[in-house]
């Protein structure tokens, strides 16, 4: 793992310490965490201001197009396709 420092203000460090303290990772494990969350929250942004597509989206995010779509039903955001066409759609992988 790379080790990189960057500067944060006070209350962005009494964010990830709240964080650490309510998950019992330590502060370097929060950072990290939210940076994560962060990618996501952006790109599936991205997503849903039709500024990527949902290919791109599943690469960035390194999940399959299976697991992209899974999260943004978890998340309340419709996907391009039906669930019927996905599940047709393996009809071309037998």
Do not use: C, H
């Not at 992209?68 to 009809?91: C, Q, R, W």
């Amino acid at each position: 793992m790379k080790t990189m420092s960057i500067r944060v203000s006070d209350s962005e460090l009494k964010q990830i310490s709240k964080l650490a303290k309510t998950t019992g990772l330590d502060k370097s494990a929060a950072a990290r965490e939210l940076l994560r969350d962060g990618w996501f929250f952006y790109w599936i942004r991205q997503y849903r201001e039709k500024k990527v597509s949902l290919e791109n989206l599943s690469s960035n995010l390194n999940l399959s197009l299976s697991e992209t779509i899974d999260l943004l039903s978890e998340l309340g955001i419709e996907a391009p396709i039906s669930y019927d066409d996905y599940v047709s759609g393996f009809k071309f992988f037998g």
